[in-house]
């Protein structure tokens, strides 16, 4: 997952660009593959935490890199689902139906009160694709240095004047122009933000494979829900964004108490 070369920067650019114009990707599975890490060893928690994993490795990333320590070391009240959402599922345009289909929807079934969805890299891409079609099934987004596609298009949007301004937006769901269609959505949700759940982006200031996109996209978000740190598009900057992220978490939804807690009548 280090990102610290032009030739490893371009490597990455010639799979993005085989993934989704010659659609050669892994075949996706049905129903997703996830791991499942629950909050308590008995029951279930009112909360669920959705992590999408990027281009590199798979879904077994955020155990082996202490993502899923760091969580549970702050006591967070949310049970933690990753599936493995590989690029199969974004060439076939099938992510977001599966998500929903898969994991979302049981898990309203189930009775969890809040959802909400963490991307990192490829996968902030993904979270974009399901707020796009599934907005009001979520209650908040997280996004971890998000790939939004290549700079000429973030160029075009730039000299139009930005987000707002920009008019060549296009509804084709055609893959071969997923860039322009990613930007389109991300201008409707510009124009009605209230209609959507809260977007909270981050972002390493030396990204070479995200770029200039993550910063284009804080323009039209609340600057409370932006930040960015010195860093570029690897894990280590990755925990950093995400350990933050965390702490607004935690300000949301108060840890869980412990057995020493409830003895005590403490919350340390």
């Known amino acids: 997952m280090e990102f610290t070369s032009i030739r490893h920067l371009l490597c990455i650019t010639s799979l993005v660009c085989c993934f989704f114009v010659s659609g050669c990707a892994v075949t996706p599975k049905i129903p997703l ?19 999408l994993r990027g281009l590199g490795g798979g879904n077994t990333v955020f155990e082996e890199e202490g993502i899923i320590d760091e969580i549970r070391s702050r006591r967070l009240p949310f049970d933690i689902v990753a599936p493995d959402t590989h690029f199969g599922y974004y060439t076939n345009k099938t992510l977001a139906v599966r998500l929903q289909t898969d994991i979302i929807a049981p898990a309203r079934r189930k009775g969890y009160k809040h959802i909400w969805i963490a991307g990192f890299s490829m996968g902030g891409l993904g979270s974009l694709i399901y707020l796009q079609s599934y907005h009001r099934d979520i209650d908040g987004v997280i996004l971890i240095s998000p790939y939004l596609g290549v700079n000429s298009l973030i160029q075009e949007i730039k000299d139009a004047g930005g987000i707002t301004a920009w008019k060549h937006v296009t509804t084709s769901t055609d893959i071969s ?12 949700y510009s124009e009605a933000p209230l209609h959507y759940p809260p977007v909270y982006l981050s972002y390493g200031s030396e990204d070479w494979v995200a770029k200039d996109g993550p910063a284009l996209f804080a323009t039209i978000l609340p600057k409370d829900r932006v ?9 280590s900057t990755f925990r950093v964004l995400f350990s933050r992220q965390l702490e607004m978490l935690q300000k949301k939804f108060p840890p869980t108490p412990t057995p020493t807690d409830k003895n005590t009548g403490g919350n340390s």
């Open 33 to 51: 593959e996830t791991l499942n890490y629950p909050a308590q060893a008995t029951g279930r928690s009112d909360n669920l935490l959705v992590l």
């Open 227 to 235: 930040f960015h740190v010195p860093g570029n598009h690897n894990i």
């Open 177 to 188: 122009d997923w860039t322009r269609l990613t930007w389109s959505c991300i201008r409707e």
